[in-house]
């Protein structure tokens, strides 16, 4: 049966230079009727493509090519052979996380994220959180700049530049890594089953206001957040065989 694939592209000049290219060449479909995607530009714009399908709790496999800088998430951008390459390509399921935030005024807030959810100080005051697993408190008060949780898709990324550690794909566990932190000292974060509770509450918020940070989106002066892993919105990503995520999260532990 043949797919109906939508394209959508960054408008980014490069991105919308790929799409022209492209679209004379294939019978491409509106994103509505689509039972696959297509998205050029760079891991920004697909991760924002990503959220989308999300907030319409739709499930497209979606095929990124690359037409930004770095590309983790994305395949080589090549004109030809486009179909080929779609009907060879190996499917990743990533989970993504939820985040349930609640600000110091009550507001409630419930935002996916792909890469990680993070709580930055938003002050020249350092945050101070209690950190609660699974309804254990495991930190009564982690004195930082922040704190992050990331998903093995997103361990490459923000966790990395945090000294995380990098996930295997298949691992199914999430990175707990604090962001320089000051109180303990020692504690450089925890690896986590991906079924665990991560709950952590805002000590003097008003004092040391802290915001939450859902990939792109962000939640100031938050009291608590509670971050689950969502596995009843999978995303599928498709890479070319010789380009798995699984692959390239390996090789990126041995650079130096």
């Not at 930004?68 to 486009?82: A, K, P, Q, S, W």
């Not at 450089?188 to 989106?217: C, T, Y």
Request: some cysteine.
């Amino acid at each position: 049966m043949q797919r109906k694939i939508a394209l959508v592209a960054s408008n980014a000049p490069a991105g919308q230079e790929a799409e022209a290219e492209l679209r004379p060449l294939y019978d491409f479909v509106d994103l509505a009727e689509a039972d696959l995607l297509i998205a050029l530009g760079g891991d920004g714009f697909l991760l924002h493509m990503l959220h989308q399908l999300l907030d319409q709790r739709r499930s497209l496999p979606v095929f990124g090519m690359n037409r930004g800088t770095i590309g983790f998430l994305m395949n080589e951008f090549r004109v030809e052979g486009l179909l080929e390459r779609i009907a060879a390509a190996r499917p990743f399921l990533i989970h993504p996380l939820s985040g349930d935030i609640t600000t110091i005024s009550g507001e409630r807030h419930i935002l996916p994220a792909i890469n990680e959810i993070s709580l930055l100080r938003e002050t020249r005051q350092a945050a101070k959180l209690e950190v609660v697993i699974n309804e254990r408190t495991m930190l009564e008060e982690l004195a930082c700049d922040g704190v992050l949780v990331a998903t093995p898709a997103g361990s490459t990324a923000y966790n990395l530049s945090a000294n995380g550690p990098i996930l295997p794909l298949e691992s199914e566990m999430l990175a707990l890594t604090p962001i320089s932190p000051f109180r303990p000292r020692r504690w450089r974060g925890a690896l986590l089953p991906e079924s665990a509770s991560i709950r952590f509450n805002v000590r003097e918020a008003a004092k040391r206001p802290v915001s939450a940070v859902a990939d792109q989106r962000e939640i100031r002066d938050v009291k608590t957040v509670l971050v689950t892993t969502d596995r009843s919105r999978p995303l599928t990503l498709l890479f070319d065989p010789d380009q798995g995520l699984d692959e390239r999260i390996a090789m990126e532990q041995f650079i130096v």
